[in-house]
């Protein structure tokens, strides 16, 4: 006579093992096995913990108990926020070009030039510079230099640099026009390799330089 799930001894057996399963409770986790729990976290890395969580819900890395995972997904949202939240700083909180010059250029009044586009490039000179972005200071301060020329009745930026102004003016010209142009090539064309050199504050800083030209180009239309 075959049995029923009331008898049979193997299904009792199996209902038992259940029933201590459910009923088996995981002690809670405290502040020092969450601390415990985090310096794990950190040694897996914040993209291997939410994968697990994610695509295994903690089973494989993590741990599968459910205070754990909760604790693992808060740690997983701290990490989040610390990394949208962390930003390179400038080492000064000073601007590429002064204040006291773009006013200077924003009053400017020609019939021959229009005079926004080189605001624009002066302000976001400025905002990425104080954003610590000193790849994009350097293509955009070669991209004023491109662009200011005709202003002097030049074609080119060299031509500018080496005949227009005084032998101080032009001094100063050379320089910025040598020092932009070694930094934006050798950073802008550089191939991918073992090492790679990243532009710094002082190498992108031609501040001194570039508010003589912008003063020029004051004088010049003013």
Same mark, same amino acid.
């Given at each position: 006579?075959?049995?029923?799930?009331?008898?049979?001894?193997?299904?009792?057996?199996?209902?038992?093992?259940?029933?201590?399963?459910?009923?088996r409770v995981t002690p809670p986790l405290?502040?020092?096995?969450?601390?415990?729990?985090?310096?794990? *976290?950190?040694?897996?890395?914040?993209?291997? %913990? =939410?994968?697990?969580?994610?695509?295994?819900?903690?089973?494989?890395? %993590?741990?599968?108990?459910?205070?754990?995972?909760?604790?693992?997904?808060?740690?997983?949202?701290? =990490?989040?926020?610390?990394?949208?939240?962390?930003?390179?700083?400038?080492?000064?909180?000073?601007?590429?070009?002064?204040?006291?010059?773009?006013?200077?250029?924003? =009053?400017?009044?020609? !019939?021959?030039?229009?005079? !926004?586009?080189?605001?624009?490039?002066?302000?976001?000179?400025?905002?990425?510079?104080?954003?610590?972005?000193?790849?994009?200071?350097?293509?955009?301060?070669?991209?004023? *230099?491109?662009?200011?020329?005709?202003?002097?009745?030049?074609?080119?930026?060299?031509?500018?640099?080496?005949?227009?102004?005084?032998?101080?003016?032009?001094?100063?010209?050379?320089?910025?026009?040598?020092?932009? =142009?070694?930094?934006?090539?050798?950073? *802008?064309?550089?191939?991918?390799?073992?090492?790679?050199?990243?532009?710094?504050?002082?190498?992108?800083?031609?501040?001194?330089?570039?508010?003589? *030209?912008?003063?020029?180009? %004051?004088?010049?239309? !003013?």
């Amino acid at each position: 006579m075959q049995g029923t799930p009331d008898t049979d001894p193997y299904v009792q057996t199996l209902a038992l093992e259940v029933d201590r399963a459910e009923t088996r409770v995981t002690p809670p986790l405290d502040d020092a096995g969450r601390t415990r729990l985090f310096a794990r *976290l950190e040694s897996l890395g914040l993209e291997r %913990v =939410k994968h697990d969580l994610l695509e295994h819900m903690g089973r494989r890395e %993590v741990g599968g108990a459910p205070d754990v995972r909760d604790s693992a997904w808060d740690w997983v949202h701290m =990490k989040e926020a610390e990394v949208a939240g962390a930003k390179p700083r400038a080492p000064t909180a000073l601007g590429l070009v002064s204040q006291t010059r773009l006013d200077e250029l924003r =009053k400017l009044s020609s !019939g021959r030039f229009d005079f !926004g586009k080189l605001i624009r490039l002066c302000e976001e000179i400025n905002i990425v510079y104080g954003e610590g972005c000193y790849f994009s200071t350097a293509m955009l301060t070669r991209a004023l *230099l491109d662009h200011v020329p005709p202003v002097f009745g030049k074609s080119s930026f060299d031509e500018v640099a080496n005949h227009y102004g005084t032998r101080s003016v032009k001094g100063a010209l050379k320089h910025l026009n040598g020092a932009s =142009k070694s930094v934006a090539d050798s950073h *802008l064309h550089e191939r991918i390799s073992k090492r790679a050199m990243l532009p710094t504050a002082q190498q992108v800083d031609c501040r001194q330089q570039l508010d003589v *030209l912008l003063g020029e180009v %004051v004088r010049i239309a !003013g």
